[in-house]
């Protein structure tokens, strides 16, 4: 494919005006409306994706009100059914559904016809062991073919569908898993990474005897017995596969259960609907992101491939990329090669070899590839890439630019005019919603740093301190307005509670005296330029946001703090603006212990155990105490915000801490911190 063509954004403003009449000044003028007429916005979604129903629905929003809104009352819908719509069209035109491949470098496709019947072998195959609609099925498998399929196999049936990624620790899994109790559980007994065959035969077992509502397990290996092996299973062939059909759903009938932590208790499993995110993923990936449908004439060949672990969000969303006929690129394995031999060039040599039209990643790769200033000349032809995109935490102005102009001298060679000016579809959101707040439109200007614009549908604005929404200056990320893909609830989470304190506690009803209903604070520093064009500053909580991957303090702090010789510890991530994101464990040890290289190994491999190696700190430093409120609460956020340079008086009062004679020293300590910044700049 070259290339486009029309760009998708462009198509669905001439359908508005030809079928409704609607013309718009610019681009910020069609989002208002969007966040204005909120039903004729989905509705026009509805419309212009073709979505289907037996039975109409009888309203676009039943409710507008947050949370609680009710989407599409009287719909039935199916995620498996409408990425299936796709299969005859999409085969016809003899394009693949997935491409993949791993570290070997082989490249593998999953025809539409082969996704489709595999899907139906397990399905079949689940609700013979009596999987129903709403029973939870866990995976703990890789980015492969065979995630999806048992996704899509699981969603077919109505059952609720939740994966973690086999890199992850059992005691993190187990956090996660025993809270949904699931009926099914699917999982891998060994997966290669950088460069290493890591066996999880072990970590199946803890995940067996602490998961007793378990009555059915399904492996994906090549010695596990024929009858629960997940290749014999997909290999099924019959009839009553051939001829099975995902169940029509309500529209809010739940799809899965993701994970997003805090920094207090449990990971919370948060419920979507499939409805919400099929109305909220084709806007984001066609529109947003110019990602088209691979048979169609303006898009033909689309192949989009986004890396990502199956312990992230970015998986479900290169995953959404299927509900509109595109061929889906995915890569197991690591980004960098090995630890004795990096290697930044591997995911480029897969999107070359894949032919990916698109490719996006976290900030925190492209940033590496600068680092090790890779030559993308000798990774093979990427004449046919023509946008990039990018997520996770911001991508900085250095990065992007460092890249635009590698592009433009690859364009002179391949004559792929879009690489002259590279486009970047940098996108914020959330696993918390499935979706962007934040991203890019084609048509718009782009500046290296800077996101375009606020998503259609997104009601975003920047408040300040007083709750009141601003232009041109830092402010809170919140969300005025109800988005269909906003978590239907949080499992086993009486009364809301746990939903409602993680979103609307900041924001309640009527808030600001005006008579408003609660508003959606995200945690995320956003400026909104006058151009409506916005910058994300990082996380405004202590949540930890490592390449994008979000973990709960708490999680970090029961690993540690199990150690015997740990009393206490606290953690901050100054993820910020495009730096990297730098994470110093501070430790209280006891008496008699010094923090030397065993030691340090020893919190380490705590971590790395309990959780991953991801949310390995970058620096560990002794302290005397932990800072306290009255209420024996972690002061995380004020030192977080020392650190990033606040005025010790507007983050911290004494008065309310339990232990005001430690502050000292972290003031100090942030003193020299930002002393040493200011000094590499």
């Not at 269909?484 to 900041?506: I, K, Q, V």
């Not at 100054?574 to 501070?586: A, C, I, T, V």
């Not at 430790?587 to 491999?605: F, P, Q, S, Y």
């Amino acid at each position: 494919m070259t290339a486009p063509y029309v760009p998708q954004m462009a198509l669905y403003r001439q359908w508005l005006k030809d079928t409704r009449g609607l013309a718009f000044a610019d681009f910020e003028a069609m989002r208002r409306w969007s966040v204005t007429d909120i039903d004729a916005f989905w509705q026009s979604v509805w419309d212009y994706f073709d979505l289907r129903s037996p039975i109409p629905h009888s309203a676009v929003l039943a409710e507008r009100k947050m949370p609680g809104a009710v989407w599409f009352p009287g719909a039935s819908v199916n995620y498996a059914r409408q990425v299936f719509r796709h299969v005859a069209p999409a085969h016809a035109a003899g394009l693949p559904a997935l491409i993949s491949s791993g570290e070997d470098g082989r490249l593998s496709e999953t025809s539409w016809p082969e996704l489709q019947r595999k899907s139906a072998a397990l399905a079949l195959h689940l609700k013979a062991k009596g999987v129903r609609a709403g029973d939870r099925v866990a995976a703990y498998l890789p980015n492969i073919p065979e995630t999806i399929i048992a996704f899509l196999a699981t969603a077919s049936l109505g059952a609720i569908w939740s994966v973690c990624a086999p890199d992850m620790a059992a005691p993190a899994v187990i956090d996660r898993f025993k809270q949904i109790e699931p009926k099914v559980l699917i999982a891998c007994d060994a997966v290669t990474y950088a460069g290493r065959r890591h066996d999880r035969k072990s970590v199946i077992e803890e995940l067996r005897r602490a998961l007793p509502t378990v009555e059915h397990v399904i492996l994906h290996s090549d010695a596990a017995a024929s009858e629960i092996r997940l290749s014999s299973i997909l290999a099924g062939e019959s009839a009553e596969i051939d001829a099975f059909e995902p169940e029509w759903l309500p529209f809010d009938h739940p799809l899965w259960i993701v994970y997003s932590s805090g920094t207090t208790g449990l990971p919370k499993p948060i419920l979507h609907s499939h409805g919400g995110v099929i109305v909220v993923a084709l806007p984001l990936s066609t529109l947003h992101n110019d990602i088209g449908c691979s048979y169609q004439q303006n898009s033909f060949g689309e192949r989009f491939h986004w890396y990502s672990s199956t312990g992230w969000i970015m998986w479900n969303c290169q995953t959404n990329g299927l509900l509109n006929g595109t061929t889906c690129c995915i890569f197991d394995g690591s980004p960098g090669g090995t630890k004795d031999k990096p290697d930044w060039t591997t995911l480029w040599r897969f999107v070359a070899d894949a032919k990916a039209t698109f490719f996006g990643a976290g900030a925190a790769f492209f940033a590496n590839c600068t680092k090790a200033e890779i030559d993308l000349a000798g990774v093979g032809d990427l004449s046919g890439l023509r946008t990039l995109g990018s997520t996770g935490s911001p991508l900085s102005a250095d990065t992007q630019a460092w890249f635009n102009e590698r592009f433009a001298a690859l364009s002179e060679r391949n004559g792929n005019a879009a690489q002259a000016d590279m486009w970047w579809a940098n996108i914020s959101g959330g696993t918390d919603f499935a979706g962007a707040f934040i991203g890019g439109n084609r048509e718009l200007p782009q500046t290296p740093g800077i996101m375009q614009c606020r998503l259609l549908g997104c009601a975003v604005e920047a408040f300040d301190e007083q709750g009141r929404a601003v232009i041109d200056e830092v402010g809170e990320l919140v969300c005025t307005e109800p988005l269909p893909s906003m978590p239907l609830r949080f499992w086993n989470d009486p009364g809301n509670a746990r939903y409602l304190s993680s979103y609307f506690e900041t924001y309640p009803d009527n808030f600001d005296g005006t008579g408003r209903g609660p508003v959606w604070r995200h945690g995320d520093w956003l400026k909104i330029n006058p151009d409506g064009s916005c910058v994300i500053y990082g996380r405004s909580d202590a949540t930890i946001n490592r390449h994008g991957l979000r973990m709960g303090t708490s999680e970090l702090y029961s690993a540690i703090e199990a150690l015997p010789e740990v009393l206490d510890s606290m953690v901050v991530d100054l993820e910020y603006l495009g730096r990297d994101s730098y994470m110093p464990l501070f430790v209280v040890l006891r008496e008699g212990v010094a923090l030397d290289a065993a030691m340090k190994a020893t919190i380490n491999k705590a971590v790395e155990a309990g959780l991953s190696r991801r949310f390995l700190p970058n620096d560990i430093f002794v302290v005397a105490e932990i800072p306290r409120t009255l209420s024996g609460k972690k002061q995380e956020l004020p030192v977080k915000k020392l650190l990033l340079g606040h005025p010790v008086e507007k983050v911290i009062n004494r008065d309310a801490m339990a232990n005001p004679g430690c502050l000292d020293w972290y003031l100090d300590f942030a003193r020299s911190y930002l002393s040493r910044q200011a000094g590499a700049a």
